[in-house]
């Protein structure tokens, strides 16, 4: 049925039950629209002037239409209390533990996702406005700590390991963004003033979805779903999913280049 709504292809463990949800309402939807367009058609030939020539003051005696807006609230009812609200207490309550998942902060920004990664010690560096330069150092992350010494940041590049549980940390340094990558079906405002954790397991890497679709240029996108200002619609980043092993190697070889001393400065 995906394919037949056009949704993305889906790419995260949880995103099968999100696409069933959206296709039950879909089918509902589908059976409410076509009973009432139904309804409509039959309500303008049975009251049609000619047939009533004069006004009913009685009105509908029968109780077909209270029986149906009675089973349109069930299955209102049953979407609400069946689907959505177990699947949304699932996605909020049972954030998989730090120590087995991969935790990465991300901070949306006028019109830039910061990443940052804690290193290989799993812990994140101390930031300080006072450090922050929006070309070297859009954190703020204060390498003299000895917890910042390995930390990873990067702009709009997030790499993840596949089928591993990923934990984002969203936050944000002027205005509300919405941190949302269709195929994993997870989309969350970032929001000033608050760390806001989501969480999901991405199981298709970049290299294997680009085999499926046939296009050697595919990339996930992060896009930012909240209009944020003049640079809203290019406020993107890029989502690399590799392999457990890809991933570790790109891990320890950037936290290594990072660490180094730039010869430059
Ligand atoms: Cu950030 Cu729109």
Redesign the pocket.
Same mark, same amino acid.
């Given at each position: 049925m995906n394919e037949w709504l056009g949704m993305p292809p889906l790419a995260a463990a949880h995103g099968g039950q999100i696409d069933n949800l959206i296709g039950w309402i879909h089918v509902f939807m589908l059976i409410l629209f076509v009973g009432w367009g139904a309804f409509f058609v039959y309500v303008l030939a049975r009251f049609r002037k000619s047939r009533n020539p004069v006004a009913d003051y009685t009105g509908v005696t029968g109780n077909a239409s209270k029986y149906s807006e009675i089973a349109v609230a069930v299955i209102e009812a049953v979407l609400l209390i069946g689907f959505a609200i177990p699947l949304w207490a699932a996605r909020i309550g049972d954030i998989p533990p730090e120590n087995e998942a991969l935790v990465v902060q991300v901070t @949306?920004e006028?019109?830039a996702w910061n990443i940052h990664y804690a290193g290989p010690d799993g812990k994140f560096g101390r930031t300080d406005i006072k450090l922050l330069d929006l070309q070297s150092n859009p954190l703020g992350l204060d390498r003299s700590d000895p917890a910042g010494v390995d930390d990873i940041t990067t702009l709009n590049q997030l790499y993840l390991p596949a089928n591993k549980p990923i934990i984002v940390k969203l936050r944000s340094k002027d205005?509300?963004?919405?941190f949302g990558v269709p195929e994993f079906r997870v989309k969350q405002d %970032?929001i000033p003033g608050l760390t806001i954790p989501i969480w999901f397991v991405p199981t298709v890497t970049t290299a294997e979805m680009r085999k499926r679709l046939g296009n050697d240029a595919f990339q996930y996108e992060i896009a $930012? %779903?909240?209009? $944020? @200002?003049l640079?809203? %619609?290019r406020?993107r980043g890029f989502v690399t999913v590799q392999s457990a092993e890809e991933f570790q190697t790109w891990f320890d070889t950037t936290s290594k280049e990072q660490s180094a001393p730039d010869p430059f400065r």
């Open positions: @949306g006028q019109f205005v509300i963004h919405s %970032a $930012c %779903a909240q209009l $944020c @200002g640079g809203h %619609a406020m």
